[in-house]
């Protein structure tokens, strides 16, 4: 009789669980309660951010980045002739507790050391006072030797030596100021670039006209990192392989014909582009902007152009330029550490800060949220900026990711301030509305031919600019990419747009290209194919695709394959150069929410890899309710450049953890429902997955 019974709720147990497995239903005692430690995570994360709300309402959280940027502002201070000594003792040290035990300087932690970085920081040490007998600076030459020296550093690395006379101008390609004045329906023009490479650009195409050279002492130079042969013989940006008739010849014979030019008088258009490009560059850095695109290059070289322009260190101009230049700057007296941000990033993590209390329980009129939504709607961007000239919408509107960037909102950011905004009850609901059906409508126009979003611009991907010799910094383009694009899926879908409707139709097929073989999609603006497969599933999910086709469950099963044994999630941004490490890292509070957020939105949240993740997520909360989080996962130029989002580690596992918890009441009044009855006391009595 009892053996009978055992295999009699075997078999019931088995034929439920084919019934029910793609359900987030399981049936279970109506009695049972929901794990406790869920619960209290979800609490103290809560706490812990609002606890760093601003005054005003919003969150900034420190963006972590390489030493390049205290590389940088050693070399500034030296070419400006204007040395803050106790600054740069401090950028020292900076540098120097980074080295790594090879000599080098990488640019994510776990990563190898790269040339640019080690260069750059070589030199900022040079320029302090170090002497290249030092252990140190001797480590770090034998490994810039070894990955090529100075030759196999880009442009941009080169350019900064040669406004320092460590490296010949006749060596860098030319960047004419003339190119300002090419109209915008000529094939190259400065709208065919990315926003930001366009905000480098025209600053360094003064400066390439000026060349304004300091010309140091002979022992700053850098003769010793040049591998023997190379710093006097010939020279080629052709790549390896690459043949003179390519369309690399092609640029690099346009160039050779610049550098003949550049060195006659035979400039008709010289003076009216550089005046164009002047007035080009004050409109940006104005009252309404923190600096030149409010990122750190652009304001790097816009103080640079200014100064050759003839503006000296009393013109308000300058001195606003200088200012917002070190508003950059983070003094962290706790660690005596001095780090330099590549921009703030307000508009963002007050955003994904919103969503995430909000989508975890705390009320949506609560004063916390609502100050906060008042705060970004304050924010709208509302002139027409550089992406009026590839997208002229007649309804200025969106967010910039900084606090003052009225040249340059962006679509990633409009999106999830919309996303926001969307859960937030405040009392001007009428504003509210008419400000999200603008940017709604603003977004919606800046879809590409392909179906896709891109960051700043419309239809912004010639591929063939990618060739030009100053375009090695692998940014050059805005290409439309599958997490914004996913992003505004999302987005459509939470604000009720029908998945009929022919844009939406577009996006969809345009992720269905994009997806990679195994089911991944690689992630442009996060580390990286984690980060686009999470926010793809996201995406088709809200716009109501159907969750159980072969192509999504690819892609859930490809994020289950990534799972580490002690079941978090994390990649490392290597994978952008060698996919074979896609998904492969130690695991991360952010990727590991990612992951789970992505196989949850395909609707089964209790699976192993779910129940696995959140347990990770809870077991690493940490006393006062954030998460540690050392590696980078933020990415600014794939292979270049990489930032860590200093809220990531407490916004994202607090939003899916706090959906995990909402899911999961609702399953188990799903449950009591089913549970009753005679077909409830026939079936085995089964249990949640216990965190």
């Given at each position: 009789?009892?053996?009978?019974?055992?295999?009699?709720?075997?078999?019931n147990?088995?034929?439920?669980?084919?019934?029910?497995?793609?359900?987030?239903?399981?049936?279970?005692?109506?009695?049972?309660?929901?794990?406790?430690?869920?619960?209290?995570?979800?609490?103290?994360?809560?706490?812990?951010?609002?606890?760093?709300?601003k005054?005003?309402?919003?969150?900034?959280?420190?963006?972590?980045?390489?030493?390049?940027?205290?590389?940088?502002?050693?070399?500034?201070?030296?070419?400006?002739?204007k040395?803050?000594?106790?600054?740069q003792?401090?950028?020292?040290?900076?540098?120097?507790?980074r080295?790594?035990?090879?000599?080098?300087?990488?640019?994510?932690?776990?990563?190898?050391?790269?040339?640019?970085?080690?260069?750059?920081?070589?030199?900022?040490?040079?320029?302090?006072?170090?002497?290249?007998?030092?252990?140190?600076?001797?480590?770090?030459?034998?490994?810039?030797?070894?990955?090529?020296?100075?030759?196999?550093?880009?442009?941009?690395?080169?350019?900064?030596?040669?406004?320092?006379?460590?490296?010949?101008?006749?060596?860098?390609?030319?960047?004419?100021?003339?190119?300002?004045?090419?109209?915008?329906?000529?094939?190259?023009?400065?709208?065919?670039?990315?926003?930001?490479?366009?905000?480098?650009?025209?600053?360094?195409?003064?400066?390439?006209?000026?060349?304004?050279?300091?010309n140091?002492?002979?022992?700053?130079?850098?003769?010793?990192?040049?591998?023997?042969?190379?710093?006097?013989?010939?020279?080629?940006?052709?790549?390896?392989?690459?043949?003179?008739?390519?369309?690399?010849?092609?640029?690099?014979?346009?160039?050779?014909?610049?550098?003949?030019?550049?060195?006659?008088?035979?400039?008709?258009?010289?003076?009216?582009?550089?005046?164009?490009?002047?007035?080009?560059?004050?409109?940006?850095i104005?009252?309404?902007?923190?600096?030149?695109?409010?990122?750190?290059?652009?304001?790097?070289?816009?103080?640079?152009?200014?100064?050759?322009?003839?503006?000296?260190?009393?013109?308000?101009?300058?001195?606003?330029?200088?200012?917002?230049?070190?508003?950059?700057?983070?003094?962290?007296?706790?660690?005596?550490?001095?780090?330099?941000?590549?921009?703030?990033?307000?508009?963002?993590?007050?955003?994904?800060?919103?969503?995430?209390?909000?989508?975890?329980?705390?009320?949506r009129?609560?004063?916390?949220?609502?100050?906060?939504?008042?705060?970004?709607?304050?924010?709208?961007?509302?002139?027409?900026?550089?992406?009026?000239?590839?997208?002229?919408?007649?309804?200025?509107?969106?967010?910039a990711?900084?606090?003052?960037?009225?040249?340059?909102?962006?679509?990633?950011?409009?999106?999830?301030?919309?996303?926001?905004?969307?859960?937030?009850?405040?009392?001007?609901?009428?504003?509210?509305?008419e400000?999200?059906?603008?940017?709604?409508?603003?977004?919606?126009?800046?879809?590409?031919?392909?179906?896709?979003?891109?960051?700043?611009?419309?239809?912004?991907?010639?591929?063939?600019?990618?060739?030009?010799?100053?375009?090695?910094?692998?940014?050059?383009?805005?290409?439309?990419?599958s997490?914004?694009?996913?992003?505004?899926?999302?987005?459509?879908?939470?604000?009720?747009?029908?998945?009929?409707?022919?844009?939406?139709?577009?996006?969809?097929?345009?992720?269905?290209?994009?997806?990679?073989?195994?089911?991944?999609?690689?992630?442009?603006?996060?580390?990286?194919?984690?980060?686009?497969?999470?926010?793809?599933?996201?995406?088709?999910?809200?716009?109501?695709?159907?969750?159980?086709?072969?192509?999504?469950?690819?892609?859930?099963?490809?994020?289950?394959?990534?799972?580490?044994?002690?079941?978090?999630?994390?990649?490392?941004?290597?994978?952008?150069?060698?996919?074979?490490?896609?998904?492969k890292?130690?695991?991360?509070?952010?990727?590991?929410?990612?992951?789970?957020?992505?196989?949850?939105?395909?609707?089964?949240?209790?699976?192993?890899?779910?129940?696995?993740?959140?347990?990770?997520?809870?077991?690493?909360?940490?006393?006062?309710?954030?998460?540690?989080?050392?590696?980078?996962?933020?990415?600014?130029?794939?292979?270049?450049?990489?930032?860590?989002?200093?809220?990531?580690r407490?916004?994202?596992?607090?939003?899916?953890?706090?959906?995990y918890?909402?899911?999961?009441?609702?399953?188990?009044?799903?449950?009591?429902?089913?549970?009753?009855?005679?077909?409830?006391?026939?079936?085995?009595?089964e249990?949640?997955p216990?965190?």
């Amino acid at each position: 009789m009892h053996s009978g019974r055992v295999f009699l709720e075997k078999e019931n147990r088995e034929e439920n669980r084919a019934t029910f497995h793609s359900s987030p239903l399981i049936l279970v005692e109506e009695s049972l309660n929901l794990p406790k430690k869920v619960e209290e995570t979800i609490k103290k994360a809560q706490s812990y951010l609002l606890s760093i709300q601003k005054e005003d309402g919003h969150w900034v959280g420190e963006l972590f980045v390489d030493v390049t940027l205290a590389c940088d502002c050693i070399h500034l201070m030296h070419w400006r002739g204007k040395i803050d000594y106790k600054k740069q003792l401090r950028l020292v040290k900076h540098i120097v507790d980074r080295q790594l035990p090879d000599g080098g300087w990488n640019i994510y932690p776990g990563g190898p050391s790269e040339v640019n970085a080690t260069v750059k920081a070589y030199f900022a040490l040079k320029l302090a006072g170090f002497s290249p007998d030092d252990p140190l600076m001797a480590k770090a030459r034998s490994t810039i030797l070894r990955l090529g020296g100075i030759p196999k550093c880009m442009t941009y690395t080169k350019l900064g030596l040669a406004l320092l006379g460590v490296y010949p101008w006749d060596r860098l390609p030319v960047i004419p100021p003339e190119i300002i004045l090419f109209p915008n329906w000529f094939p190259f023009n400065i709208y065919e670039i990315s926003a930001w490479s366009r905000a480098m650009l025209v600053p360094l195409s003064v400066i390439h006209h000026f060349k304004p050279t300091r010309n140091l002492p002979e022992k700053y130079q850098l003769h010793e990192l040049f591998p023997y042969g190379t710093e006097h013989g010939k020279f080629s940006w052709l790549k390896k392989g690459a043949r003179y008739l390519s369309k690399q010849g092609l640029f690099l014979a346009c160039d050779k014909f610049l550098q003949y030019w550049d060195k006659t008088s035979l400039k008709p258009f010289r003076k009216m582009a550089l005046k164009k490009a002047e007035k080009w560059i004050l409109e940006r850095i104005s009252a309404g902007s923190d600096g030149l695109g409010a990122i750190f290059p652009a304001m790097h070289y816009a103080i640079m152009a200014l100064i050759a322009m003839g503006y000296t260190e009393d013109n308000p101009i300058l001195k606003k330029a200088i200012a917002d230049f070190e508003g950059l700057e983070v003094d962290d007296k706790k660690h005596d550490d001095l780090r330099i941000q590549p921009c703030l990033s307000p508009v963002w993590d007050t955003a994904v800060s919103l969503v995430a209390l909000a989508e975890s329980g705390v009320a949506r009129n609560a004063k916390e949220l609502k100050k906060a939504a008042y705060w970004l709607l304050d924010r709208e961007v509302k002139i027409k900026g550089d992406w009026y000239v590839r997208n002229p919408h007649p309804e200025p509107s969106g967010w910039a990711f900084e606090y003052n960037n009225v040249y340059y909102p962006d679509v990633d950011d409009t999106l999830m301030v919309l996303l926001a905004l969307r859960l937030i009850d405040i009392e001007d609901k009428i504003r509210k509305e008419e400000v999200m059906q603008r940017a709604l409508r603003w977004v919606i126009s800046f879809q590409c031919k392909n179906g896709g979003w891109a960051a700043f611009d419309k239809d912004v991907y010639k591929k063939w600019l990618e060739d030009i010799p100053f375009a090695d910094h692998n940014a050059i383009l805005d290409p439309p990419c599958s997490d914004i694009t996913a992003r505004a899926l999302e987005l459509f879908g939470k604000m009720g747009i029908k998945k009929t409707e022919r844009f939406v139709q577009k996006a969809i097929a345009y992720l269905k290209e994009t997806q990679e073989n195994d089911g991944s999609w690689m992630g442009r603006w996060g580390v990286n194919y984690i980060y686009g497969t999470w926010q793809a599933l996201r995406g088709l999910q809200a716009i109501g695709e159907n969750m159980n086709q072969e192509w999504i469950l690819r892609a859930r099963d490809w994020l289950e394959s990534c799972q580490n044994e002690d079941g978090g999630w994390g990649e490392t941004p290597a994978s952008y150069d060698n996919p074979q490490l896609k998904g492969k890292g130690p695991s991360t509070a952010s990727q590991t929410a990612w992951a789970v957020s992505g196989i949850m939105a395909c609707g089964d949240i209790f699976r192993p890899s779910v129940t696995r993740g959140i347990k990770y997520l809870c077991d690493r909360q940490l006393p006062d309710g954030s998460w540690a989080e050392e590696f980078l996962t933020g990415t600014g130029f794939p292979g270049v450049f990489y930032l860590k989002y200093d809220m990531y580690r407490n916004a994202w596992p607090l939003l899916v953890i706090g959906e995990y918890h909402r899911q999961y009441l609702k399953a188990k009044e799903q449950v009591s429902y089913w549970v009753d009855g005679t077909i409830g006391r026939k079936l085995k009595k089964e249990r949640l997955p216990e965190i």
